[in-house]
């Protein structure tokens, strides 16, 4: 029996799987629906996608460099004990390794990739966790940089942090420390950006126009908020720009005058090029309940 196009959407919409495997499926079965859902509840992957419909907001972030490549990596799960599972985290190492081999563009074209020390794509090896783990996962998302980085993760995988330099100091002993230091700046103050020149001009004059209406709605004059908003704007820079912040470990010195201090005592220079700062499940929705609708569900 033949098929078509729409019978293969159809199949997805009932199951939830992917096109790719829906058309296998309805290969096999010869275009007949019924044995098609059969074959893909037999290869479990019809159970897969009904865990897919659940919110992983937990799991963890991981970085890592080796040589001259640098990865972070989040990955989610629906709860956080999941982060100390070891085939959870084989996986997602796993995962930053197929990364720094292939360079994937986006998550998507990572998924269709032969894993790292295996012979499935991500994708399959992914459909095979959330089955054995009994959780939906998910690839949000990576950061992969060339050159000279540093990676650090914070709070046993909360946050994850890749900081890629051009420098002539990479390998001295002075340089990683310093490298370190700025890895942990962006985990605890979260910077935006790596330099006042990097914020558009369309970024600053919607944050002049939020300060300046903050400035009138405390009861200041037009003439005396825009004179405000000029030191205000001072400040917001030192919150958003990571050269500009204070350091960490000296607040009496600036992250760019830390960084010039130490590429002057090495004997070389340092420019930090960019950063990514992953934080878990940052911007997700989590699902919340309390015990007793937890009871009620089990119920029904």
Do not use: W
């Not at 509840?41 to 019809?46: D, K, T």
């Not at 890592?64 to 709860?79: C, F, H, I, K």
């Not at 390998?171 to 330099?195: H, S, T």
């Not at 760019?256 to 590429?263: H, S």
């Amino acid at each position: 029996m033949a098929f078509t196009a729409k019978d293969v959407q159809a199949l997805r919409e009932k199951t939830g799987v992917g096109m790719m495997d829906c058309k296998k499926a309805l290969t096999e079965a010869e275009g007949n629906m019924e044995r098609a859902v059969e074959l893909l509840r037999e290869r479990g992957l019809a159970a897969a996608a009904k865990k897919a419909g659940r919110i992983a907001a937990e799991g963890v972030v991981f970085s890592t460099v080796e040589g001259s490549v640098g990865v972070v990596v989040e990955v989610n799960a629906e709860t956080d004990f999941v982060a100390k599972n070891a085939d959870f985290m084989a996986f997602v190492q796993a995962v930053a390794k197929t990364i720094m081999a292939e360079n994937p563009a986006d998550v998507d074209a990572l998924l269709s990739k032969t894993i790292a020390g295996g012979k499935d794509t991500v994708e399959e090896v992914l459909r095979e966790k959330i089955l054995v783990i009994g959780e939906n996962m998910k690839i949000r998302r990576f950061a992969r940089y060339e050159g000279a980085n540093i990676s650090y993760v914070h709070g046993g995988g909360r946050i994850g942090v890749l900081v890629n330099f051009e420098t002539d100091l990479a390998g001295k002993p002075g340089f990683e420390v310093y490298a370190k230091d700025i890895a942990m700046q962006i985990a605890a103050a979260g910077p935006v950006y790596v330099a006042k020149e990097d914020v558009s001009d369309e970024v600053i004059a919607k944050e002049k126009e939020i300060l300046t209406a903050q400035a009138i709605n405390e009861g200041k004059p037009q003439n005396i908020a825009e004179k405000m908003v000029a030191g205000r704007i001072g400040k917001y820079y030192k919150e958003v720009c990571l050269l500009e912040q204070p350091f960490v470990k000296d607040a009496d010195q600036s992250v760019a005058q830390y960084t010039d201090a130490t590429a002057k005592s090495l004997g070389g220079s340092i420019k930090v090029v960019k950063f990514s700062r992953f934080e878990k499940g940052e911007g997700l929705e989590k699902k919340e309940e309390n015990f007793a609708d937890e009871v009620a569900s089990m119920m029904k």
